[in-house]
């Protein structure tokens, strides 16, 4: 069976400092994969997601980026991180397109 | 600009009572989704509709896509405790490789 892991569950981090968020999935092979981040109790803000190793595609200019260096490793990043950075960042994989998505436990980010 | 507008974004009722949540676009979408997530865990998938007009049911819950492909409801029967959560609907357009979510609906049903 397929499963997400996704670390850490929680980190608070000082204003310009950077951040590494890592995301790996087992039991699948080339999965899309997706970050997300979501405000207390509301829908989620797509981020980046990619198709295949090296393959990013960004939705909303910010202070963020993400790199997938292996098949099944996402890595979110930042170089200096800003107050409103915080936030409940998922993780997600899904088989291929269209089809649902299966999320990791989130890693509640904040920058202090 | 929010492409999933979801109604209403809170609902506190009693237990056994019913309940409708909306999802609604002005966009087409290929497919809709439905999610449960509870605090400090990922988001859950409910039910995928995909023809316009569908109707799926899930012991109490039953989902409805849109003639249009552009809204979705979802009706809950008989409310209980463990259906509080935050639902959200989400939906792909186009090459379906971008699930796009709704505003989410915050539940809490009581004894």
């Known amino acids: 069976s397929q499963t997400i892991h996704q670390w850490p569950a929680t980190l608070v981090q000082p204003v310009g400092s950077p951040l590494s968020l890592e995301c790996t999935v087992e039991g699948t092979s080339n999965p899309n994969l997706y970050w997300y981040r979501q405000a207390a109790g509301r829908g989620l803000q797509l981020l980046f997601y990619?198709?295949?190793?090296?393959?990013i595609s960004s939705e909303v200019p910010q202070n963020l980026s993400a790199s997938r260096p292996q098949d099944r490793q996402f890595i979110l990043s930042s170089k200096k991180l800003l107050l409103s950075d915080s936030g409940f960042y998922l993780c997600?994989?899904?088989?291929?397109?269209?089809?649902?998505?299966?999320f990791g436990n989130g890693t509640r980010l904040t920058v202090t | 600009t929010q492409l999933l507008e979801q109604s209403p974004q809170f609902l506190s009722i009693q237990e056994g009572e019913n309940l409708t949540v909306y999802c609604n676009s002005s966009s087409v979408f290929s497919s809709l989704q439905w999610y449960r997530q509870e605090p400090g865990e990922g988001p859950v998938l409910l039910v995928t509709v995909v023809t316009g007009g569908e109707v799926k049911k899930l012991k109490r819950l039953t989902f409805q896509f849109g003639d249009a492909r552009k809204d979705s409801s979802l009706h809950i029967t008989a409310a209980q405790p463990g259906d509080t959560g935050l639902y959200l609907c989400?939906?792909?357009?186009?090459?379906?490789?971008?699930?796009?979510f709704g505003t989410g609906t915050q539940l809490k049903v009581e004894l």
């Open positions: 989400a939906g792909f357009r186009g090459g379906g490789n971008k699930l796009t």
């Open positions: 997600a994989w899904s088989r291929d397109n269209n089809s649902p998505l299966h």
């Open positions: 990619s198709v295949g190793i090296g393959q």
